[in-house]
Each structure stands twice: as C-alpha cells, then as structure tokens.
C-alpha cells in the first residue's frame, strides 16, 4: 500500500532552519506531483508548497516565498521541505501528500491530492 512518511520536525528557535523529508513507497513515485501542507491548532489545513512530477517546477504560498524551498529526489522516491528564517507562525503540523498527474503542473488544493502522510511537528518559539 501507498506510504508516505514524514520526518525531520522538531523544536527550534525563530531564525533557525529545519529540513523535512517525506519518503514515499508502494507507489510510482514520478508520476505524483508531491505537495507540502500544514495545520496550526484550530486551522484549516494550508498549502505551503508544491513541486511537479519532474522537480522542474515548484509553487508556494506566498507566506513561506523566499524562505522554504521545495525539492525531490526521484531516485530516491523523497520530497524535501527547506524551511530557513523560521517564525512562530510557522508552527504547526506539516503534512507531505502524493498527487497523481499527467501534466507538468502541481496543485496548491489540498483537494487534488491522493495520499497523505501522518505529518510531523515543527514548533518555532520566538
């Protein structure tokens, strides 16, 4: 069955930076466009970024521009989450999920997306 499983969260300073890592398994890893959520305490879930199946090209929330950078592996059937300058508002649970294309796009709807992870934890305090 389809896995994707988050890791790389924690508990930092505001200013620092974390890596996540999604890996993913029981799927074509290089037919999904993959996407990178999160959901703060009473939230709706949010987009934060997205990459397409080829790594080509990459989206995000304009809350998180210039400060994360989204990246994949295929070879290695893993997304990555560069986040630097991190700011409390950034806490919250960060979820990978898996998006089925047959284009060059990714989608920022948490709707288009297929498989999800459990999500990993990052809290920034100021």
């Known amino acids: 069955q389809v896995q994707l499983v988050e890791s790389g969260g924690g508990f930092l300073q505001a200013g620092g930076s974390l890596r996540l890592s999604c890996a993913a398994s029981?799927?074509?890893?290089?037919?999904?466009?993959m996407g990178w959520f999160r959901q703060a305490p009473e939230n709706e879930r949010e987009f934060v970024a997205a990459i397409n199946r080829s790594g080509g090209n990459a989206y995000y929330a304009d809350s998180v521009k210039g400060r994360f950078t989204i990246s994949r592996d295929n070879a290695k059937n893993t997304v990555y989450l560069q986040m630097n300058s991190l700011k409390p508002e950034d806490t919250a649970v960060y979820y990978c999920a898996a998006d089925l294309r047959w284009d060059t796009l990714a989608s920022m709807n948490r709707r288009s997306y297929d498989y999800w992870g459990q999500g990993t934890q990052v809290t920034v305090s100021s």
């Open positions: 029981g799927l074509s890893f290089s037919n999904y466009a």
